[in-house]
């Protein structure tokens, strides 16, 4: 079984709400991260506004919180513990929080200035961000590299067979989206986001981040995370810094990721925090995987009977 967490895009007003009034246990975690953080970033998952939440300095935060949150509320009910841990970009740190690696309270304050790093990374229009569904790697990258022009322009998500999300500078995104549209993908479709993900513009980012997870304790996992950034299983604290560092302009091997688990016998993934997004990424790498999600009361109970505990 793994325990695997979604990251950015996976947002939205209300998400925990229903867990925290039926858990105290998720109370607990949002009253830690409204401390952590001073102010109240539970009111903003429960209530929004939208416009607020988006904000990738509130979002990052707030996906964590919620996911955590959920967590506890599945350790309350007396779930089968994980054999592994998994979070897409951001959400490796949710899983170096349940893996036992990193706090909540560092997390959460790691995560905000992560936000805003990358926000400020790159001026606002300058780079862009890509859905590419239906090409693989190899044509992915070729026309990233031909697009590129000198500027910057790579496969930021390797998300599944079908879906790769590409960044860079927007004009070379722009060009790639042509390129691959010609060669045969299904579909390029721009996304909305505020800024360039994972790839080498956010350097500038990276190299604050290193700075802040440097003075941050890290311990030793106690399971087994699969990183992003080399899509191997690691437990040791320093190493697991190092790929949360190489993670900000590295891109997210989520599909070699799913295969690594599915090669060591997982064959149960449990998603928790909002959103359903992962569990159709995995069913797209593996359609014999079994996937159940946790964000709210009636989803934990469907999922306690789906894995029967």
């Not at 903003?44 to 509130?58: D, I, R, Y």
Request: aromatic residues 4%; proline residues 4%.
């Amino acid at each position: 079984m793994a325990f695997i967490f979604p990251g950015q895009g996976s947002q939205s007003p209300g998400m925990g709400k229903d867990l925290a009034e039926k858990f105290p246990a998720v109370r607990q975690v949002f009253e830690e991260a409204d401390d952590a953080l001073g102010f109240a970033l539970s009111e903003l998952c429960f209530n929004g506004p939208a416009e607020e939440l988006q904000l990738t300095e509130n979002t990052q935060p707030a996906i964590l919180t919620t996911s955590i949150a959920a967590l506890r509320a599945i350790q309350s009910e007396n779930f089968p513990a994980a054999d592994f841990v998994a979070g897409h970009s951001l959400g490796e740190y949710s899983a170096l929080v349940a893996a036992g690696s990193l706090s909540l309270t560092d997390a959460v304050r790691i995560v905000r200035a992560r936000g805003r790093y990358m926000q400020e990374a790159v001026p606002v229009g300058t780079g862009a961000m890509a859905a590419i569904l239906g090409a693989d790697v190899e044509l992915v990258n070729a026309a990233c590299a031909e697009a590129a022009q000198g500027e910057v322009c790579s496969a930021a998500n390797i998300n599944s067979p079908a879906q790769i999300v590409i960044a860079g500078s927007a004009g070379a995104i722009d060009r790639a989206m042509v390129l691959l549209r010609e060669r045969g993908a299904k579909r390029a479709i721009k996304l909305k986001v505020s800024a360039p993900f994972h790839c080498a513009l956010m350097k500038p980012a990276q190299d604050r981040l290193a700075i802040d997870l440097q003075n941050t304790a890290l311990n030793d996992a106690k399971m087994p995370v699969v990183t992003n950034v080399d899509a191997a299983a690691q437990q040791n604290g320093i190493k697991l810094r190092d790929s949360l560092v190489r993670q900000v302009s590295q891109p997210v091997r989520w599909l070699e990721s799913v295969e690594f688990l599915i090669n060591q016998g997982v064959q149960t993934f449990i998603e928790i925090g909002p959103g359903k997004v992962l569990s159709g990424l995995v069913r797209q790498i593996d359609r014999n995987a079994r996937c159940v999600n946790v964000e709210s009361e009636s989803s934990l109970r469907a999922a306690r009977e789906a894995i029967v505990i």
